[in-house]
């Protein structure tokens, strides 16, 4: 457990003065903790025995113990590919048995299967609520590589509801889109660390305007969680200088099936109306139908629908 999940859990019982320790420290956080015992203790209001105190009902080894625990965690939060590349390289030696690829993937299936105790029901079934009841625009963004997650979960949404666009890039025109914005919308973010200034900003400014946010993020959360109405939190820490985006994909796909559990007529109906329309599209092509003699007929048929043929293949 980090050192805010223990500032945030309500394990122990606290007098009001351990109370306003906690209270600066999770405000600055991590910076509050940073300094001497005497700083924390001037900006909560109470006296240095008592910081000391509390780092020790918290579990910590005195007031050194709990900032040599609160570094290591800005240190996970902060550390890049880059830096991790020679602590995390996998073990493709001469003794082992299965190969990076393999331990690579064992990996992952133990991320994932943290994940199945990082969020509990409840905040999937709100979350799925949340998206499906509100009535105006279903905004998604994401960093670097999470834009990929936000845009699978819109295609995903696209076909439940309508109002979903996907911020695919933040370009000037994309963040014009906050000014249509407002408190009958809900924006969908994902940031992981290392957390991005634009995305963070963006939701920033969306809150401002009294936008709902739905957050997906890591166990170090995104500064976006401070001002989140439901936060669901993925670890994707692995065996290797990347983290991985599978358990943030295992989590939309996770609200997806809890849409789904809902049993909203509207989202079937819905589905319906797209299954027939899709149909309908596909009849000119199940009619052109070709034959070996009617090349000229199967050349036609290719350039109308954009397909490509390939040199020495008849298949598309």
């Given at each position: 457990m980090n050192v805010r999940d223990t500032l945030l859990q309500g394990a122990v019982s606290l007098t009001p003065s351990e109370e306003r320790i906690i209270q600066v420290l999770l405000t600055d956080y991590p910076t509050a903790g940073l300094g001497t015992a005497t700083s924390l203790a001037k900006r909560a209001g109470v006296s240095d025995p008592t910081v000391v105190r509390l780092a020790v009902k918290l579990g910590f080894n005195g007031f050194p113990d709990f900032q040599q625990r609160l570094l290591?965690?800005?240190e996970a939060r902060l550390h890049s590919p880059l830096l991790m590349m020679e602590a995390k390289r996998p073990d493709i030696g001469?003794?082992?048995e299965q190969g990076a690829a393999i331990a690579y993937m064992k990996s992952v299936a133990g991320t994932l299967h943290k994940a199945l105790t990082s969020t509990p029901l409840i905040t999937y079934e709100r979350a799925a609520r949340l998206i499906m009841d509100t009535k105006g625009r279903v905004v998604l963004l994401g960093g670097r590589f999470s834009?990929?997650?936000a845009g699978l979960l819109a295609s995903y949404l696209s076909q439940f509801r309508p109002g979903?666009?996907?911020?695919?890039?933040l370009s000037a025109q994309q963040l014009d889109v906050l000014v249509d914005l407002g408190k009958r919308d809900l924006l969908v973010v994902f940031d992981y660390r290392r957390y991005q200034v634009d995305v963070i900003t963006f939701a920033e400014q969306a809150a401002a305007r009294r936008v709902r946010i739905l957050l997906f993020t890591d166990p170090w959360l995104s500064p976006i969680s401070e001002f989140s109405e439901i936060t669901l939190v993925s670890p994707i820490e692995v065996n290797s200088p990347y983290d991985t985006m599978a358990p943030p994909v295992a989590q939309i796909e996770a609200v997806v099936?809890?849409?789904l559990a809902l049993g909203d007529k509207r989202t079937r109906s819905r589905i319906e109306e797209l299954e027939t329309i899709r149909s309908k599209v596909s009849v000119p092509l199940e009619k052109e139908k070709t034959t070996a003699g009617n090349n000229g007929s199967q050349s036609r048929t290719r350039q109308r629908y954009g397909l490509r043929e390939i040199e020495g293949d008849k298949d598309v």
């Open positions: 290591a965690d800005v001469s003794d082992s834009r990929h997650v979903v666009y996907h911020v695919e890039t099936a809890q849409i």
